[in-house]
Nanobody
Framework: QVRLQESGPGLVKPAQTLSLTCTVSGGSITTSECAWNWIRQPPGKGLEWMGQVRYDGATFTSPSLKSRTSISRDTSKNQFSLQLSSVTPEDTAVYYC??????????WGQGTQVTVSS
């Protein structure tokens, strides 16, 4: 059973950088054909895909967030991370990490609330 767990600060000040890590257990982030995603849901809104790191290390980010988003991985720790710079209150959301296998999000973390406020 693959498990994902998000971690990071729950409160970030405006203009700072939001940093989250997803720790994966029960499976390797280098498993072929898997992609590891960051997805968020602002209050009262739908899910927004932010980006992913694939099993081979390639990364892709949403065009709308590309200038502020960095996704990386640490294979030795079986973790992948998100950095979102220059945050505003509009970046307040529940942030999820999720695995994508064969075009299906089959495993999700429980989500972590991040609030941007001074």
């Amino acid at each position: 059973q693959v498990r994902l767990q998000e971690s990071g600060p729950g409160l970030v000040k405006p203009a700072q950088t939001l940093s989250l890590t997803c720790t994966v257990s029960g499976g390797s982030i280098t498993t072929s054909e898997c992609a590891w995603n960051w997805i968020r849901q602002p209050p009262g809104k739908g899910l927004e895909w932010m980006g992913q790191v694939r099993y081979d290390g390639a990364t892709f980010t949403s065009p709308s967030l590309k200038s502020r988003t960095s996704i990386s991985r640490d294979t030795s720790k079986n973790q992948f991370s998100l950095q979102l710079s220059s945050v505003t209150p509009e970046d307040t959301a529940v942030y999820y990490c999720a695995r994508d296998y064969a075009w299906t999000y089959d495993y999700w973390g429980q989500g972590t609330q991040v609030t941007v406020s001074s």
